[in-house]
Structures are given as structure tokens and as C-alpha cells.
């Protein structure tokens, strides 16, 4: 049996999830690609949460490991990478503005906050929509599709 199949032998729904995205700096990576359109190691590292660059690896290799993030050279500098959602992890987008959503009743959200959580309520397909299509454009090399 491979190290996944051990991971997720119990085949509940709650634990794979839990397993694959469910501690606090897996979920801000995911946060930080996708609301945010960071995408290096570098962007993740300044992104303000005071995450340890070891943990930062840890996570980005696990990511990778589960198939939620790929990662490839960036081409404008080879010893970099660039690290970019796959389908299965632009499906966590949802997820992601559900525990905004959940956040936001609970917490006083600034204006940039509150806007994202006005545009869930009011649209939140047209939302997911314009996330899935940034990823998408950001996959393929283009900034402003």
C-alpha cells in the first residue's frame, strides 16, 4: 500500500479532506493562489502571515503531493518556480469563500474584506467564475486575461 493509501485507508469523506487541505498554512497557500494570484515561493513567503520558510516548503511539497498545486521553472528565472492550482485545487475554491463567508459573520472585515464578502453573497458564481478564469490565465503565462 503507498503512503496515500495508508493516509486515507479509512475512506472518510471529512479526513481526506482534512488530510489533503486542512491546517492553517495549506489553507493560506491556497488562500494566497487564489484570491490573491501569488504564485512563487517568495510571494508566499511576504505575504504577511510570518509563515517559517521551512513550513512553506513542507506545505508546497504536500500540495504538490496531493496533485492540488504543479509546479514548474519559471521562465524568466531557472532557479525559481512558479507554483500554480490544478483543477482539483481550483476546486477548493468554494471551500475557501464558504470559510470567508463563515469568518465574516463572526470577525469585522476591513473594506477590501468586506467587498469580497458583499461579491460572495451577490455573486457568488460570477465569483468563481473570475477565479477560475484568473488560474487559468495565470497558468498559461497571462497576467490580465
Not at 458583499?118 to 460570477?126: Q, T
Request: aromatic share 6%; net charge neutral; with cysteine.
Amino acid at each position: 500500500m503507498s503512503d496515500q493509501g495508508k493516509k486515507h485507508r479509512t475512506g472518510c469523506l471529512v479526513a481526506y479532506g482534512v488530510d489533503t487541505f486542512g491546517d492553517r498554512w495549506t489553507l493560506l497557500v491556497i488562500r494566497d493562489m487564489l484570491l490573491h494570484g501569488r504564485k512563487t515561493y517568495g510571494e508566499f513567503l511576504t505575504a504577511g502571515e510570518d509563515i517559517a520558510t521551512n513550513v512553506l516548503a513542507l506545505r508546497l511539497k504536500h500540495l504538490e503531493a496531493e496533485g492540488v498545486i504543479e509546479k514548474t521553472r519559471d521562465p524568466d528565472n531557472r532557479r525559481s518556480f512558479i507554483y500554480n492550482l490544478t483543477e482539483k485545487g481550483l476546486a477548493l475554491a468554494p471551500v475557501i469563500l464558504e470559510i470567508a463567508r463563515w469568518s465574516g459573520k463572526y470577525i469585522e472585515a476591513d473594506e477590501g474584506r468586506q467587498s469580497l464578502l458583499d461579491r460572495i453573497e451577490e455573486d457568488r458564481d460570477g465569483l468563481l467564475a473570475d477565479l477560475a478564469r484568473r488560474a487559468k490565465a495565470q497558468k498559461s503565462g497571462r497576467q490580465n486575461a
